[in-house]
T-cell receptor
Framework: DTGVSQDPRHKITKRGQNVTFRCDPI?????LYWYRQTLGQGPEFLTY????????KSRLLSDRFSAERPKGSFSTLEIQRTEQGDSAMYLC???????????????FGNGTRLTVT | TQLLEQSPQFLSIQEGENLTVYCNSS?????LQWYRQEPGEGPVLLVT?????EVKKLKRLTFQFGDARKDSSLHITAAQPGDTGLYLC??????????FGGGTRLMVKP
């Protein structure tokens, strides 16, 4: 168990550019979540996948944001035409959802810190 | 939307002191979770409280769920510099779609 891995750890980009982040969950976990955390605040839920299906998206996830999990393993989060307000820590987490309805606790990665200049 | 309010927002204390941080809401929850987040890292789950009035202990950390299941507290005894971090409470809307409070940022000075 190597934990949830996120890449890159830091990204600085200019306003208007597109950025893509990657998340590798714990290998046996079938659920993958994206959260966003701005300075001084708690994380906010963005979206989650069960296997390759995106099951829920927050209203926070504007049209400029898109997330994929094509093979049910790693996931990417792309932000198009970045804005300064997109500056935040983007956290990925994973868990195991059993057919019984039980969800194991979330394991978070160490995040990608995005700075939009 | 059920809101979680955490207090205080910031706390700076000396090593060895005791402290309590709070997580309050006007809503009733089936459970609440507590996380600690260190700088540059993701949150790590400390405990989940489920039953009204429940008390759970994790070494020097004591977590309590209010009798009415609307609030929770975290008490740290004899704080150490290693306890420094952001303490977050959260509730699970469904399936690990968590709503977090704003957190209490704790600094323990040696």
């Amino acid at each position: 168990d190597t934990g949830v891995s996120q890449d890159p750890r830091h990204k600085i980009t200019k306003r208007g550019q597109n950025v893509t982040f990657r998340c590798d969950p714990i290998s046996e976990h079938n659920r993958l979540y994206w959260y966003r955390q701005t300075l001084g605040q708690g994380p906010e839920f963005l979206t989650y996948f069960q296997n390759e299906a995106q099951l829920e998206k927050s209203r926070l996830l504007s049209d400029r944001f898109s997330a994929e999990r094509p093979k049910g393993s790693f996931s990417t989060l792309e932000i198009q035409r970045t804005e300064q307000g997109d500056s935040a820590m983007y956290l990925c987490a994973s868990s195991l959802a059993a057919v019984t309805g039980y969800n194991s606790p979330l394991h978070f990665g160490n995040g990608t810190r995005l700075t939009v200049t | 939307t059920q809101l979680l309010e955490q207090s205080p927002q910031f706390l700076s204390i000396q090593e060895g002191e005791n402290l309590t941080v709070y997580c309050n809401s006007s809503s009733v929850f089936s459970s609440l979770q507590w996380y600690r987040q260190e700088p540059g890292e993701g949150p790590v789950l400390l405990v989940t409280v489920v039953t009204g009035g429940e008390v759970k202990k994790l070494k020097r950390l004591t977590f309590q769920f209010g009798d009415a299941r609307k609030d929770s507290s975290l008490h740290i005894t004899a704080a150490q510099p290693g306890d420094t971090g952001l303490y977050l409470c959260a509730y699970d809307n469904a399936g690990n779609m968590l709503t977090f409070g704003g957190g209490t940022r704790l600094m323990v000075k040696p």
